[in-house]
């Protein structure tokens, strides 16, 4: 035939069978990710775990060093420091969100009036962008004029102390200013948990006389620990990626006490220009955060409840 | 028997929801009680949200001198609106507007439909190598940033980007795992019959995707157009990182370096901080069932595990 003679992509295209065409429009509609995924993702990552056996200034040509950017790194004690910064923050800013948002659920959820109404005022924080509410923060810790301060001299006449300059002090307060701005979200993430909680558990609860505190610790507590486990995840990672605060508020100080260890990377890539020794910081980071997040979900088949396994297991009857 | 009767009157009056607190038993008072205090702590825990809120509007309107009193007052004597004008002319925050508005809304439009189409063609079409390729789109989201990031600025360098909008607009209009995971569990909630009737039509799959089932999706299209919009305009570290002469600047940016600048002038920092967090909230009151619907989505699909 004169049409195969000359094959237009047209043409071609008519011959292939429906599913052969679909499948490869669907291959030009995923195209934009996949291209995304190489250029901005796989090819970034690999560059990085090079670059980390590297010396670059960005002027001079980069030079091979091996391994020596992670032997210096494990000496460092600077990079010790933001991990133990890190770490500490983490343990305390972590469960302080998962408690507050889940309490503030539970209130939400008592069938309260004006739900719409508190919803709006717990989330308004979320929104706003964390420049702004660091510099909100720094206005309300300043130690001669901010209002807390203020309010603890009218009130109990204390002395505070200068919160983000103490080496004792800069992490609760950081912490405190972060559960302000993410109880909202977490509290919609809970309450949205709480309500697709079966009503028929809670009448069966009611049934065999467990109290409300039996019946938070046996129902609500496990139905929910699908979502304190995400809730768990996401906080760490979150604080790993903490980098406004530190930059706006403290400059990691005082003394290092705020040196998180996004704002260390930071400070040796784009302030020091020692792009070899960041990557492999980032590198490291990078496996410290997977093997925390590997270790979280080995432990969540002890503490965490899915109920499809129960329907799964119910299935197996029939 | 009157004992029931009470439980049942109280269950009633309180909904089905029995929540944690399930007290049908208990005396009527004691009941009330509960509420009461219940709606306290609501009441408490709403003042500590608002009161930073209006500690910056109370301090926008003073005058210096009243910021530098100790013990600190709330309220403005006189009540300086000259504030927002000196605040905003300071620097050129009207230029700094306009930059954010133009790379979030840029942004929220590449990202909302890149995700759109590749969530489409996960959801709803058959092709070899989905399942696994869905998989990988899923844990990319796994990926820390900081692995990233240093590569990434080298090649926005190479490519002459730096200072420029480009490296915080165009990396959006290649998807992003989350949108496109969220469109995905959306968009497999609408019936296939709807593709099959259309494919009887003789529509092709792209007709598909923008007449039929992009209209149907407007309320997922919706989170994931709010999230993306304010990510965007929250940015700090992409702008920090990317642009440097002042004309590029974004909101978060230009107060950034204002307060640097002018670094005791707290009347005019929290005019500049109020002013910033306008149009967040504006966006947020506007939209607020997109939010709730979408951080609802976010745990649902945390519990799907």
């Known amino acids: ?318 | 028997m009157a004992r029931s009767d009470a439980s049942t009157a109280l269950n009633r009056s309180q909904g089905t929801s029995t929540g944690i607190w399930a007290w049908g038993q208990q005396p009527k008072v004691r009941r009330r009680a509960l509420r009461a205090f219940i709606y306290l702590l609501l009441i408490l825990g709403a003042l500590l949200v608002l009161v930073p809120f209006a500690w910056t509007i109370s301090t926008s309107l003073k005058t210096e001198k009243q910021t530098l009193e100790f013990p600190p007052t709330w309220i403005p004597r006189p009540v300086v609106w000259e504030n927002y004008i000196i605040a905003f002319t300071a620097r050129p925050f009207a230029r700094y507007y306009a930059n954010s508005l133009f790379i979030a809304v840029t942004s929220t439009i590449g990202q909302t439909l890149s995700s759109a189409l590749v969530a489409f063609a996960f959801a709803r079409m058959r092709f070899r190598g989905r399942d696994p390729l869905f998989i990988l789109v899923l844990s990319t989201m796994m990926i820390p940033f900081h692995v990233l990031i240093i590569p990434r600025f080298i090649i926005f360098k190479e490519l002459g980007w730096l200072d420029t909008f480009w490296p915080l607009i165009i990396p959006n209009f290649f998807g992003g795992a989350f949108s496109i995971f969220l469109l995905r569990q959306y968009y497999m909630t609408i019936p296939l019959d709807l593709d099959e009737a259309a494919k009887i039509d003789g529509a092709s799959h792209f007709r598909i995707f923008w007449n039929v089932i992009m209209p149907i999706a407007k309320p997922a299209l919706g989170v994931v157009a709010v999230f993306e919009f304010l990510s965007s305009w929250r940015d700090f570290f992409g702008p920090l990182i990317y642009l440097s002469s002042d004309r590029h600047f974004t909101v978060p940016l230009g107060l950034y370096t204002f307060q640097t600048e002018y670094f005791t002038e707290w009347h005019l920092f929290m005019a500049a901080s109020a002013m910033a967090m306008t149009v967040p909230l504006l966006v947020f009151f506007l939209a607020q069932k997109y939010f709730i619907g979408g951080v609802a989505l976010m745990g649902g699909g945390a519990s799907k595990g």
């Open chain 1, 1 to 318: 035939m004169t049409q195969t003679a000359l094959p237009r992509p047209a043409s071609r295209f008519r011959r292939l069978t429906m599913h052969q065409k679909e499948a490869l429009t669907a291959y030009l509609f995923i195209s934009p990710w996949v291209f995304g995924f190489l250029f901005f993702l796989l090819v970034p990552l690999g560059s990085t775990i090079v670059l980390s056996f590297y010396k670059w200034d960005l002027l001079r040509a980069p030079r091979f060093i091996g391994l020596d950017n992670y032997t210096k790194l494990f000496r460092d004690p600077l990079f010790r420091q933001s991990l133990s910064v890190t770490i500490r923050y983490g343990l305390g800013r972590v469960p302080l969100g998962i408690i507050t948002g889940l309490a503030t659920a539970i209130l939400l959820n008592q069938r309260v009036k004006f739900v719409g109404m508190w919803r709006v005022i717990y989330y308004m924080p979320v929104v706003l962008p964390p420049v702004a509410i660091s510099l909100l923060w720094m206005w309300i810790y300043n130690p001669q004029y901010g209002i807390l301060n203020g309010f603890l001299w009218n009130v109990f006449g204390i002395k505070g102390p200068a919160w983000l300059q103490s080496t004792t002090w800069v992490l609760p307060s950081l912490m405190v200013m972060a559960v302000w701005a993410a109880m909202g979200r977490n509290m919609l993430i809970y309450l949205s948990g709480l309500q697709s909680i079966s009503e028929e558990l809670y009448g069966a609860a009611k049934v065999d006389g467990a109290g409300p505190l039996r019946t938070f610790f046996s129902i609500t507590l496990p139905m929910l620990s699908p979502i304190i486990f995400f809730n768990l995840i996401t906080g760490l990672i979150d604080t790993f990626k903490l980098f406004t605060q530190a930059y706006v508020m403290t400059q990691g100080g005082p003394r290092n006490a705020s040196l998180f260890i996004y704002y260390y990377l930071f400070q040796n890539a784009f302030q020091r220009f020692k792009m070899g020794y960041a990557s492999a910081m980032a590198v490291v980071v990078t496996l410290i955060i997977l093997a925390i997040t590997l270790s979280v979900i080995r432990s969540s088949k002890v503490w965490v409840y899915y109920e499809g396994e129960l329907s799964r297991g119910d299935d197996d009857n029939g």
